[in-house]
């Protein structure tokens, strides 16, 4: 066990150095140099380099290419991102696709049969040695059961879970340099960012996983006619095997002219907002090459690694959004982001609504058809970041759908009367808060907070007078100067204590010495010396205030831009 921890860490760290080499050489040497993190890895300091032609998104998006399939996955999830990433870096991130190279039929075949026993596998009439596509985490096959049933066969590549793995080690190293060297570090939150990823990877590795998620997407668009989910079969399912129903569709972007395309947009569109405000499970990735358009004219969705999941509180409130969305109403706009985010620091909500003021005026003359609804909330997450506020990721998550499908439904139909297919769920959403049925309900939950409320009052004044008169009522007064006077004081002190305490062993190695007890006397002296030294070291560095880079001035100028002041 020691020695393959060992081998490990080996690993991982020639696995930074390549990683960091294959950076400089994309032109990010100076960021890492200004982060110092070649240094605190005593690298060599990379030459200085003449201004790169191509934009710092390009050769992130390059970088990540470079890096392999756990890299181009992280970069696919951050353009999915608006709170994280600005919107020039999702549109490039949004062009990273698996270079990988496929697996032979060989070592699917193998993996397939790792994964089934002898006696499934042999309920296969014949499998398709061509993929029908592959990907960094599985490839997928088209195969014929034995009693005639069309299905396709997706298998997890060997050996991907201890890839993953080691990439996100190194993932985490990297974040933890991030959070000691970037100013915006308490907001994006490197290591919250990885860990969200490492979520992701786990849920799209793990096939059982994506199984449940395909039968409850049946079951709720059981009967549907705008929406088709393929069919799991169970009894073809393994670890590491999936085995569905094959759909024969065309890409929901290269549908021909002759189709109707209005009639694919409306299903496609019916279909998200059944996800989003009905169900509150919706498909986290969207994109075109996971919907087909079928012959009858509804629409099929594939994979299903990456779902999000709004709580009844969460769904509630991307309802009073869209509707506060629609009516143009920055005020309860502005509440809703409030309450839907957290932040470690006071925020300021006049300043917050302002901003979505300025927002809402971009598009103040515009109708309901011509609002591009999703850049409208991609820019409502990043008015929030601005204002130092996060949001859950399933709000993030939904923001990038929604560019997706909007995209997807202005390409299918230009002219779609979008009014018109959003009205009957917008009256259903209402009824269903306000109807007679509802009321009852939400007037309760209200009262009983109100009776809740009333009667902590009396118990907590109690308290504290109660408190008050034992002399334990403390007010704490906090602030970045009064913090920072603390710590000047408790670090003057211990320089003070150190520096007499290093002075009576001096002192007292003296006196030895004059009493001719010359080893006390040597070992008093260098131990005051040695404790002196300290003092003087912890005076310096506790002195030091230490520089953060700021990212968003780098991603805004690129990697020459320097900081003022």
Known sequence: MPATIIRHTIGDLRRITEIIQIAVRFGFGPILERARILERLGLREPPAE????????????????????????????????????????????????????????????????????KDRVSLFKSVSETPLASASIAQVHRALTGDGRDVVLKVRRPGIRENVRADMDILYYLALA?????EEAGIY???????????????????????????RFGDN??????????????????????????????????VPGDRDREVLARHVLEGAFKQVYEDGFFHADPHPGNILALPDNRVAL??????????????????????????????TIARIVFRAAHSAERVKLARLRADIENLLDK??????????????????????????????????????????????????????????????????????????????????????????????????????VSDIEEGKLHIRVSGTEIDEAGRNVRAAGFTVAAAVIAAAFIAGGFFCL????????????????????????????????????????????????????
């Open 178 to 182: 991030l959070q000691a060297t970037v």
């Open 221 to 254: 668009f059981a009967g549907s006619a705008a929406l088709v989910i393929p069919k799991l079969h169970p009894d073809l399912c393994a670890e590491n095997v999936l085995c569905m129903e094959y759909i024969e569709g065309t890409k929901i972007t290269e």
């Open 50 to 117: 003449p201004p790169a032609a191509e934009p710092a998104a390009v050769r992130f998006r390059k970088l990540l290419e470079s890096l392999g399939p756990t890299y181009i996955k992280f970069g696919q999830i951050l353009s999915s991102r608006p709170d994280i990433v600005p919107r020039t870096w999702m549109d490039e991130l949004a062009n990273l696709q698996d270079n990988v190279s496929p697996m032979s039929f060989g070592e699917f075949s193998a993996e397939l049969a790792r994964g089934l026993s």
């Open 363 to 464: 598009y103040i003359d515009m109708s309901l058809d011509a609002v591009p609804t999703g850049t409208l909330l991609q820019e409502l997450v990043q008015t929030a970041v601005r204002e130092k506020l996060r949001l859950p990721p399933e709000y993030t998550l939904l923001a990038k759908g929604s560019v997706t499908v909007e995209g997807i439904v202005r390409r299918l139909a230009p002219d779609l009367n979008v009014e018109s297919t959003i009205k009957p769920y917008a009256q259903k959403l209402l009824m269903d808060r306000y109807s007679p049925e509802a009321m009852p309900e939400a007037l309760l939950k209200l009262g009983m907070r109100g009776y809740a409320l009333l009667q902590d009052i009396p118990l907590q004044i109690d308290q504290i």
């Open 514 to 565: 004059a009493s001719e007890r010359w080893q006390f006397g040597a070992a008093g002296i260098a131990i005051g010396c040695g404790m002196g030294f300290a003092a003087f070291v912890w005076h310096v560095l506790a002195g030091i205030k230490w520089r953060k880079i700021n990212i968003l001035t780098f991603l805004k100028h690129g990697p020459g831009a320097r900081r003022k002041g």
């Open 189 to 215: 939150n490197p290591t919250g960012i990885v860990a969200e990823f490492e979520k992701a990877m786990n849920a799209e590795m793990d096939f059982e996983n994506e199984g449940r998620n395909i039968r």
């Open 302 to 331: 594939l994979d299903f690694g990456q779902v999000g999941e709004l709580t009844k509180t969460q769904k509630e409130m991307v309802v009073s959004l869209s509707l506060a969305i629609a009516l143009k109403d920055s005020e």
